[in-house]
């Protein structure tokens, strides 16, 4: 089935430090988000991306939907140690005729703080 | 409260026995999907209902899966003669309405169900 390449798998931050991740995939997508998942909750939305070529800031988060529409990224500026957690990119394939929330997550990027 | 509101948040079940998980939606929200995720791994969707009607099932990965959403509000999973593969978080998220266009995508989760089976 689909798949989305996200990287990378991990990293680690320390306070101040700016972050990029990225998803792509083989296929063409109509819609590319960003959800963070923290340990025993559900994933939250962050940033929803429609348009190709779309960039989008929510504070101090910055995504980009890829012109390509095979790839998006995510940019954290400035981080601070409430950050760490799963970050998740997710999409919707551009020919799937299937409901409009089956949605096809990343494995995730896991953000922690360095020691 | 006003999200996304799951039961049991945590259940052990010995192989073969039957399984329920609940899935509280937030009032007003007509779409409803079921998520399994995996340890370490990103969700993969399950099921979608539209008000009552489950219009789309085919992340199903077996006829032992079945939900309902007989009311359009409350939403349960049910997995038969659970097996340890089943082990997974089950996440139900709802939306306002997935058909409306334009927001796709935009789902509130619940923090989810953790199924272990022995």
């Known amino acids: 089935g689909q798949q989305l390449n996200q990287s990378p798998q991990s990293m680690f931050i320390q306070e101040g430090e700016d972050v990029s991740m990225n998803c792509t995939s083989s296929?063409?997508?109509?819609?590319w988000l960003w959800y963070k998942q923290d340990p025993g909750e559900g994933p939250v939305l962050l940033i929803a991306?429609?348009?190709?070529?779309e960039l989008t800031s929510n504070g101090r988060l910055t995504a980009q939907f890829g012109i390509t529409r095979k790839d998006s990224f995510l940019n954290i500026s400035a981080s601070i140690p409430s950050d760490v957690g799963i970050y998740f990119c997710?999409?919707?394939?551009?020919?799937?005729?299937?409901?409009?929330?089956?949605?096809?997550f990343g494995k995730g990027t896991k953000l922690s703080v360095k020691p | 409260g006003a999200g996304v509101s799951q039961s049991p948040r945590y259940k052990v079940a010995k192989r073969g026995q039957d399984v329920a998980l609940r899935c509280d939606p937030i009032?007003?929200?007509?779409?409803l999907f079921w998520y399994q995720q995996a340890l370490g791994q990103g969700p993969e969707f399950l099921t979608y209902?539209?008000?009552?009607?489950?219009?789309?099932k085919s992340g199903l990965p077996s006829d032992r899966f079945f939900a309902e959403r007989p009311e359009g509000s409350v939403s349960t999973l049910k997995i038969q003669r659970t097996q340890q593969e089943d082990s997974a978080v089950y996440l139900c998220?709802?939306?306002?309405?997935?058909?409306?266009?334009?927001?796709?995508?935009?789902?509130?989760f619940g923090e989810g169900s953790r199924l272990t089976v022995l």
């Open positions: 998220a709802s939306s306002f309405n997935a058909l409306a266009g334009g927001r796709a995508g935009e789902l509130f």
């Open positions: 296929s063409i997508f109509n819609t």
């Open positions: 991306l429609y348009k190709a070529g």
């Open positions: 997710a999409g919707q394939p551009g020919n799937y005729g299937g409901s409009q929330g089956n949605l096809i």
């Open positions: 009032s007003g929200h007509v779409s």
């Open positions: 209902f539209q008000n009552e009607a489950q219009l789309d």
